[in-house]
Each structure stands twice: as structure tokens, then as C-alpha cells.
């Protein structure tokens, strides 16, 4: 795993409010992924409002995933998918 990456990742989660943490047991896990950078994907409502949704649920817990930055993309030899929160790696 990249550090960089997780570090971005941890920038941007520190910025935000109303970030749902929830503990992962026993629960259906979700991560929605949206096919473009954070900022795109924090400004589409729907993809709010799904995430707002599926994590209101006592029985899911929902993750967050975006496509990187070009920065980002050209600092690592990997592939950069992970999940905001529990930086679990994607495809």
C-alpha cells in the first residue's frame, strides 16, 4: 500500500463532516465507488445520498472509494484503489 495515498486519503477525511465510522463486525460491508476523482464524486448528491442511506442502517456499514487524482496516478507503479476509510484495496 501506498503511504502517499493513504495520507491523501486521511487529508481529505479530516476535512470532512458528517463522515459515518462504524465497527465493521457482523455487518453487510458495502463500498460505493465512484468513477471519478473525490471532489466529482463529493458533489454528486445521489452518491451522498446513497452513502447517507446504506449506512443509516444498523446492519451495513459503507465505505467510500474514488478513482485518484493524475497526481497520484504518476507517483505510484500500482494500482491506487482503496477505500477512505479502512484503506482496504479495490480492483
Keep these: 500500500m501506498?503511504?502517499?495515498?493513504v495520507?491523501?486519503?486521511d487529508a481529505l477525511l479530516a476535512k470532512e463532516k458528517g463522515t459515518?465510522?462504524?465497527d465493521p463486525g457482523g455487518k453487510i460491508s458495502f463500498c460505493l465507488v465512484y468513477p471519478n476523482?473525490?471532489?466529482?464524486g463529493m458533489s454528486n448528491l445521489g452518491f451522498q445520498g446513497l452513502?447517507?442511506?446504506l449506512n443509516r442502517r444498523e446492519d451495513v456499514v459503507c465505505e467510500r472509494a474514488f478513482l485518484p487524482d493524475d497526481a497520484d496516478i504518476a507517483s505510484t507503479g500500482e494500482?491506487?484503489?482503496l477505500s477512505f476509510l479502512s484503506k482496504t484495496r479495490g480492483l
Excluded: D, M
Design 2 to 5: 501506498n503511504r502517499k495515498l
Design 7 to 9: 495520507e491523501n486519503a
Design 20 to 22: 459515518v465510522f462504524k
Design 37 to 40: 476523482t473525490y471532489h466529482v
Design 51 to 53: 452513502y447517507g442511506l
Design 79 to 81: 494500482p491506487p484503489h
